[in-house]
């Protein structure tokens, strides 16, 4: 984050040359503040706003190991967005994720990802409808 509030603050000072008011953004963590790590996300969306819940899965074995497993999904939080909150998350995390393969390379995804002309249309891409 501190590469994001110093190019604010470059914006900021820059708009104060222009003779515009300048803006300081502070951030805060409120006391109950926690950080999860997630394995994935799954959620919706209404006209009114985007929902993503981020989870980790475990593994329950059951029986021998030819016998069907069961996974637990554990939502760990649930965050809810506009649509320009969640336009503005896209773009920050296509900024950084560029950035990051240009320094480190290309991600590797566990799940291939597939070509363009063979993804399925937008209406089909998901399973999950509406909120988690």
């Known amino acids: 984050m501190a590469e994001d509030v110093e190019s604010r603050e470059n914006v900021e000072s820059v708009a104060s ?3 515009k ?9 409120p006391e109950d503040f926690r950080q999860i790590y997630a ?26 190991s ?3 497993r069961v996974i ?3 939502v ?5 967005l506009s649509p320009v ?8 995390l296509t900024q ?16 291939p990802r597939p070509r363009k002309e063979t993804m399925k249309p937008v209406e089909d891409s998901t399973e999950i409808h509406g909120y988690i």
């Not at 008011?21 to 963590?29: P, R």
């Open 17 to 19: 040359k222009k003779g």
């Open 21 to 29: 008011k300048s803006i300081t953004i502070e951030f805060v963590k």
């Open 39 to 64: 394995i994935g996300a799954a959620g919706g969306h209404s006209p009114y706003d985007f929902r993503i819940g981020f989870y980790n899965d475990t593994p329950k074995i059951f029986g021998d």
């Open 66 to 68: 030819s016998e069907s």
């Open 72 to 74: 637990e999904r554990r």
């Open 76 to 80: 760990e939080a649930e965050i809810i």
């Open 85 to 92: 909150a969640a336009l503005e998350l896209n773009r920050w």
């Open 96 to 111: 950084h994720i560029n950035e990051y393969e240009s320094v480190f390379g290309q991600i590797a995804s566990a799940i």
